[in-house]
């Protein structure tokens, strides 16, 4: 999945000024981004500010202390690059939480996948027919299902994918795919758009503590006013820093 969606990965080290201890030293923190989103993590070391090279990422000087400092920021480094390379090994985001979590020897949170949820919504409707939906309703839903599943296995060779790599160019070549080789006519298009737009919708707000943002985007065509609009959908990853 890597191959299709690469990222942008780097770390540094950094001192958090002005918060100097009694002993005149400052705290290191240590800082991973992907794609831009940053997050940190406390080295729980401090260092004389003077004895720093930020750019070097490491201490300056070849005492017993500073050497012992300068391994431990090595080994946060190393665990940082492994970390990487396992999650794309095991197929995973690679995301600066996750990197984080796996610096840090903690869990991955669970990988909301769009199938998953499509399939989760369309089940809860079949609970309510008779009560809430009729089965032509949860039909409606079943389409744009099996259309997202054959898109995907069509365009990437697979039959799901993570919600946080959902982008603009996937709308975009969706719509293509369905009205090239599905052979639909725009209007059921703009409506089975509309369908995976409301899932995706309310999968972000059922998880809206990771603070996923929906963005709508509106097609060059638009008519302001008029009655052919349609929109376009991109996901933008903005988790919120973990404390």
Known sequence: MEVLWKRVFHYYFFLENPRFTKEGTVPIYFRISVDGVERELSTKLDADPLKCSMEANCLIGKSEAVKSVNDYLVVLQTKAINARTKLTAMDKPVTADNIKALVQNKPLDAIRTIMAVFKNHNDKMGELIGKEYSQGIRERYDIPYRHTISFMQHAYGISDLPIDKLDYGFITDY?????????????????????????????????????????????????????????????????????
């Open 175 to 243: 719509e293509h795919w369905l009205k090239s080789v599905r052979n639909c006519q725009h209007n059921p298009v703009m409506k089975y758009l509309s369908y995976f737009k409301k899932i995706v919708q309310s999968a972000l707000k059922r998880n809206g503590s990771t603070g996923i943002r929906l963005l709508t985007l509106k097609s060059p065509g638009e008519r302001k006013g008029g009655l052919c609009y349609r929109s376009l959908i991109s996901i933008i990853w903005l988790q919120t820093i973990l404390q």
